[in-house]
């Protein structure tokens, strides 16, 4: 597609990422060595990227939307990657959402999982640090048990573009690089002669609503790899990921740490230990390791390669995060690094605009933008772990009880035991139905696709005693619906693939017989009709069904004090104008695969006109 610099691709632009300030101030005062926590800042401040083979991710700039409260992060992934390698500041709080600000001029390490543009706080999972002898800065922002090693860093040393990120750790001297596949995080520190250099590996890294409840450490010494787990709570109140880490450099020692929550403090463990974790809240729920490698005579280069899987560690290649780890098997750095640069250049390549370098930019870094949320799931085997427990580390919070472990299932739309689409999550759907779907359904109709497989699969969850207990998505990520926001729509991005054979075209290409994907279309509609009926768990549905609209109720007391308001809730309008569009989204859904003779078609097309309900016609 080709659009010229018209105010609908403009508008096309804005409405998928934000614009960064104007100045050319850095991060650092004039002795250029003390950070200053807020200055006014330039996202062009960044020099540029010199890479063989870009064309459009030229155009990308990653720093955009994170100066002010864009909540966008900097680092390096695939589109709709597993993975999100990117820095952290280190520091809690609304700026902080994504893990880097950009007004800030520390940094505490490079996490693997990041929100991008999210309105409230997680992730920030396996927390990887350089460190030497070089400084002993450390950074406490919240309590002592997130105690970190730290650097100072300036903007003018700092560069990022689609999957690649670097900057210069000015405490340490330490050169950092990060670049990605769908499921691996691969970094490179190029660590300077020093008596002792070393890579902290941090389980109990946290920020905002998260929290890390249990984590595990493996030294396999064999291979010259570290293995591990990091189990939390939080926004998503059960969360698993498993990895692996393997080094192309000999590892001279890895020593561990946990924190001591009598001394308020991290104490090594014993020397020689290779085995750390437990599995009830104690000393190995904040455990550290810290990875040793030779540095005393010369200067040294380290590539490390972490994979994830929210499955389970696996071995030999054969599942978990040992099988996604085959996605760099034989690879080194600059290799995977022009495979993720190969992967933007072909999706930013479906939409080609003409216009200045600023006009451009601008585009192609909200594009960029948009295919950040929607991120792989399944392992590649298609395994994924669901959530049926809601708290799933610790039931009801005790956590002297032993760990639950939530189902580990396959993406397997038409139930023949074998694994068939990619399974997504990061489903933040009121805030992108109306712009990051539709654009999905052009650019990307097979993805889009598998999204809504996707929505089927958390519809049809069960639990251990075969109840369905799922529900079509809200707002979910990492298996965990958290129900924020309200409306019910994962209805018109079924609707949009039902319409438009998207879906229809894709479940042909899986190999699906007809009866097949019938049988899936009619399960999608039962899963649409069940949350629009007013016994689901969709909140206020039953008085909406019951009256037709949602009712503003004084509260006795403080009153909403999200919205200042002295009203219950200050979205009532909002509820019943966007129920009425998914009930008119779920009739167009019937009527594409039952057609409009059937009572439900017309219960809902009936049911779309309550939007009438919030006007007075009758008025002056």
Not at 75 to 89: C, E, K
Not at 161 to 184: H, Q
Not at 287 to 313: G, M, P
Not at 598 to 617: G, H, I, L, M
Request: net charge negative; proline share 4%.
């Amino acid at each position: 597609m080709m659009f010229k610099p018209t105010l609908v691709a403009i508008s096309i632009a804005l409405s998928l990422g934000l614009v960064g300030c104007n100045s050319d101030n850095d991060n650092v005062d004039a002795s250029g060595k003390q950070p200053i926590v807020n200055p006014d800042i330039d996202m062009g401040a960044n020099p540029a990227i010199a890479f063989d083979d870009m064309d459009l991710t030229r155009y990308v700039n990653p720093f955009i939307g994170t100066g002010e409260l864009g909540n966008t992060y900097p680092g390096a992934t695939t589109p709709h990657g597993m993975v999100q390698l990117s820095p952290n500041n280190g520091s809690n709080g609304w700026e902080y959402i994504s893990g880097y600000f950009y007004k800030d001029a520390r940094m505490v390490g490079f996490s693997h999982t990041h929100l991008s543009g999210a309105g409230a706080g997680d992730l920030n999972d396996i927390l990887v640090m350089p460190i030497n002898t070089r400084s002993d800065y450390m950074l406490n922002e919240g309590s002592a048990s997130l105690n970190v090693e730290a650097s100072t860093f300036q903007h003018k040393n700092e560069s990022a573009t689609a999957g690649y990120y670097t900057v210069l750790l000015d405490s340490y001297d330490i050169k950092a690089e990060l670049t990605a596949s769908d499921r691996v995080g691969v970094h490179r520190y190029t660590f300077p002669q020093d008596e002792k250099s070393e890579l902290i590996v941090n389980l109990g890294f946290k920020l905002n609503w998260d929290y890390s409840a249990d984590s595990y450490f493996k030294w396999d010494k064999e291979n010259n790899r570290l293995l591990g787990h990091r189990f939390s709570d939080g926004w998503a109140p059960s969360q698993k990921e498993f990895f692996i880490m393997e080094f192309d450099q000999p590892i001279k020692n890895i020593r561990f740490a946990y924190y001591d929550k009598d001394g308020k403090e991290y104490v090594d463990a014993p020397a020689g230990t290779t085995e750390i974790g437990g599995e009830i809240r104690g000393k190995h729920q904040y455990a550290r390791a810290y990875v040793e490698f030779d540095t005393a005579q010369s200067e040294l280069v380290v590539e490390a390669k972490l994979a994830l899987s929210n499955v389970e560690i696996g071995e030999n290649g054969e599942s978990g995060a040992s099988l996604n780890m085959t996605e760099v098997a034989g690879k080194d750095f600059d290799q995977v690094r022009k495979d993720a640069t190969a992967k933007w250049e072909k999706e930013l390549a479906k939409i080609k605009v003409e216009g200045d370098h600023e006009y451009k930019q601008t585009f192609y870094s909200a594009l960029y933008h948009s295919l950040l949320g929607q991120t792989i799931h399944s392992d590649l085997d298609g395994r994924y772990r669901a959530v049926t427990r809601g708290r799933g580390a610790y039931p009801n919070g005790e956590f002297d009880n032993p760990i639950l472990h939530d189902p580990v299932l396959i993406a397997d739309a038409n139930n023949d035991g074998v694994g068939d689409y990619t399974r997504y999550d990061t489903f933040s759907l009121w805030d992108t139905y109306r712009s990051v779907q539709p654009l999905s359904s052009i650019i990307e109709p097979d993805r889009l696709a598998d999204v809504v497989l996707s929505f089927l699969s958390f519809a049809e969850l069960k639990d251990e005693s075969g109840n369905v207990v799922g529900r079509l998505p809200e707002w979910t990520f990492k298996g965990n619906e958290t129900g924020m926001m309200m409306g019910m729509h994962s209805t018109p991005i079924i609707a949009d693939v039902l319409t438009k054979g998207s879906l229809e075209k894709r479940m042909i290409d899986l190999g699906f017989s007809e009866r097949e994907r019938q049988d899936i279309k009619e399960r999608l509609i039962d899963a649409m009709i069940k949350d629009g009926r007013e016994d689901s768990a969709v909140d206020s549905i039953k008085e909406y069904v019951t009256k037709g609209y949602k009712s503003a109720k004084l509260r006795e007391g403080e009153g909403d004090l999200w919205a200042h308001s002295p009203f219950e809730s200050s979205w009532t309008a909002s509820y019943s104008l966007e129920y009425a569009y998914n009930d008119w989204c779920i009739a167009q859904a019937i009527k594409a695969v039952r057609g409009d003779k059937v009572p439900e078609y017309q219960e809902f097309a009936d049911r779309s006109n309550n939007w009438k309900a919030q006007f007075d016609f009758g008025g002056a």
